[in-house]
RNA sequence: GGGGGCGUGGUGUAGCGGUUUAACAUGCGGCCCUGUCAAGGCCGAGAUCGCGGGUUCAAAUCCCGUCGCUCCCGCCA
């Protein structure tokens, strides 16, 4: 071994010990006499104190150390002199006096400051990826991954899961998003496809018997990217069987509660157990189905009382079917006209028309837009409805598209929500939404579509609903949300063969296509599947809200960029020749790009 | 596929028509310094302002194009 000891485990006791440290230079202080240097390793950090006037060796070498080199120093562990002492470091009571020191290796002067915390340009942290890991804030984020797969894994073993890996080569099934393939070199002409998740294979394994499955799974989608997604992801996948909507519910509860707890113990869950909100009551009271229930400012239909008003905005709004309704911004009405219209501008960004608003200032003068085409019943009414108090500013928004109103009040909400600081990080509200409708209509096609995916099993109340209203069909399907964010999604799948191919009728694929790409997992709901169900929580996802990272890139050792590109590799890159013949593939370039 | 933002020494920024031999911090190189821990002091090197074209007496600065990065919409069963 290159060291008897890491650089962050000397303490007081070690004192007078002879020791081996090796590590990269994190920092150096020359003083002329006497010299410094804080040697860092994975452990923490330790501070050497070399003496260059005691050897010729140690004089020669301090005049060379730099930045980043890789060192190995054998000394004596001192008490430091009580003013000396470090508190803010682990180490901070001893140092090591150095009495031979190796250079193990040099390093080049930086891209980037590793002993520091700056905003670097990602693209570079990304291309130096190897040095942006050194980092504290990747070290620690790594680390916290490394955390909760193992107490993902740990948890699930004792609870008598089996851990089964699943083919990353696989069989295309193009519904969803988009495959990644893999040529096939024996058979002309023939793809694998990279799962996009691996569905039907967790369930091909409870009708294989296995009961209780899990798998820390790399799931892979060739869409665009998002700050909190990539082309390639990983999710801890589940699957059960013999069991009902809240077996997998409260064991998952169970599972993300004591799991937050020990790896960010400083964080505070805010509700146990995690409320259950319809998908519906969601809509209702956040606008989203993935709602940020940290702080309130919840949405309120005033529909009743608009309907009828003497504001044409409003009641025309809800004669075309649509729906008013506001939030109030608890103590937001200093905002001024200025501020209230870069408000509207931004809702006029998510598809509202527009953004009416009430103040009620501090003194109770209340001002308003529309004041003047209101009687005053309905004025108070809507004043009692939002629960208006003095200092605050109720935001409005009409529109005949009630996803419009939703979507553009959830955002709005959720801004205003981070503006008023009621989004604390320290805070985990965790939520399970569940209820959600089986089918949306797609217009675009004319037909109805599955909103999870064709497996999942509608609520046993609502069987009698698919053959005469499947837009009002309630999936057993359930999404796990956390801060804003959908964590995981899951549902209780569909068993039967029988009402396995009424679903595919429903959503419009022709029954030789569903034996074509499902045939397998068709045929083996014949042979005594057993009723089952599971989920899939986003690791990525959860480890970026518990490290508080802004994307998921900080969370991945090695990410893409935004446009799937390995900045480090510089992957994807052009094929040889002679591997793209064994492939029996041509490359056709896009018409804009043919004339290069 | 579409829209917004950014691109200035190694890194992060300022400058946004002439007052700039492009500034500041940090990093880098050298010298000084025996107790620092974001050490300090002095000196120095380092940028044809992403690239191409245009407007102008004059362009880092304005315009067009292009490339790169980034955020968002579409997309993500």
């Not at 682990?90 to 930086?110: F, M, R, S, Y």
């Not at 309907?307 to 075309?320: E, H, L, P, T, W």
């Not at 009409?398 to 989004?423: P, T």
């Not at 994807?572 to 591997?579: T, Y």
């Amino acid at each position: 071994m290159y060291k008897t000891h890491s650089c962050g485990e000397l303490r007081k006791s070690d004192v007078g010990k002879t020791i081996t440290l090796a590590g990269w230079v994190h920092r150096y202080r020359d003083h002329g006499g006497v010299y410094f240097v804080d040697l860092r390793d994975r452990f923490g950090l330790t501070q050497v104190v070399i003496n260059p006037e005691e050897s010729k060796d140690l004089a020669q070498i301090v005049s060379e150390i730099r930045n980043e080199f890789v060192l190995q120093i054998e000394g004596q562990v001192n008490a430091r002199p009580p003013e000396a002492v470090n508190p803010n470091m682990d180490t901070g009571e001893i140092e090591v006096h150095a009495a031979k020191i190796t250079v193990l290796n040099t390093c080049k002067p930086l891209p980037f400051s590793i002993n520091k915390e700056e905003n670097t340009d990602e693209s570079i942290r990304l291309k130096y990826r190897f040095l942006d890991l050194r980092r504290e804030r990747m070290q620690k984020n790594i680390i916290l991954r490394h955390k909760i797969i193992k107490y993902m894994r740990d948890y699930l073993d004792e609870k008598g899961f089996l851990e089964i890996e699943t083919p990353i080569m696989f069989k295309t099934t193009p519904e969803g998003a988009r495959d990644y393939l893999v040529p096939s070199r024996i058979y002309p002409g023939q793809f694998y496809a990279l799962p996009q998740s691996p569905q039907q294979l967790k369930q091909l394994l409870q009708v294989a018997g296995m009961e209780k499955y899990f798998q820390i799974a790399r799931c892979f989608r060739d869409e665009d990217q998002r700050g909190d997604r990539q082309p390639e992801f990983t999710q801890l996948d589940m699957e059960m069987s013999f069991v009902e909507r809240d077996d997998i519910l409260d064991l998952l509860e169970d599972l993300f509660t004591k799991m937050s707890k020990a790896v960010t113990p400083h964080k505070r869950i805010l509700y146990e157990p995690w409320p259950k909100l319809t998908y519906q009551e969601a809509m209702d009271r956040f606008g989203k189905d993935a709602p940020d229930m940290r702080f309130g400012m919840e949405l309120v239909d005033i529909s009743d009382i608009a309907k009828n008003c003497g504001f044409s905005v409003f009641v025309n709004a809800i004669a075309d079917g649509g729906s008013v309704r506001g939030i109030n911004a608890k103590g937001l009405a200093n905002y001024t006209r200025r501020q209230i219209d870069e408000l509207t501008e931004q809702v006029r960004l998510w598809g509202a028309k527009g953004l009416a608003y009430i103040k009620i200032s501090e003194t109770g003068e209340e001002s308003s837009t529309f004041r003047k085409f209101l009687n005053d019943d309905d004025w108070a009414g809507i004043l009692k409805k939002m629960d208006a108090e003095k200092g605050d500013l109720l935001l409005f928004v009409a529109d005949s598209n009630l996803s419009v109103v939703y979507d553009s009040l959830a955002r709005l909400r959720v801004m205003l929500g981070e503006r008023l600081g009621l989004r604390d990080n320290d805070v985990l509200a965790f939520c399970w939404i569940v209820d959600f409708p089986l089918f949306e209509w797609s217009e675009d096609e004319k037909r109805w579509d599955a909103t999870h995916h064709p497996f999942t099993r509608p609520k046993k109340e609502d069987m009698a609903l698919l053959e005469t209203d499947p837009g009002k069909v309630r999936g057993d399907q359930y999404d796990m949300v956390l801060n804003n964010y959908e964590l995981a999604s899951g549902s209780i799948r569909i068993h039967e063969r029988a009402l396995q191919e009424k679903v595919f009728d429903l959503i419009g694929l022709p029954r030789e296509v569903a034996r074509e790409r499902f045939h397998q997992i068709m045929d083996a709901f014949e042979y005594g599947a057993p009723p089952h169900g599971g989920i899939a929580p986003g690791v990525d996802r959860y480890v970026m809200i518990l490290a508080e990272e802004p994307n998921i890139r900080e969370v991945i050792a090695f990410p893409k960029n935004n446009a799937a590109r390995d900045m480090m590799s510089g992957a994807p890159s052009e094929a040889m020749e002679n591997q793209l013949r064994d492939l029996h593939l041509r490359v056709v370039m896009p018409e804009a790009k043919k004339e290069e």
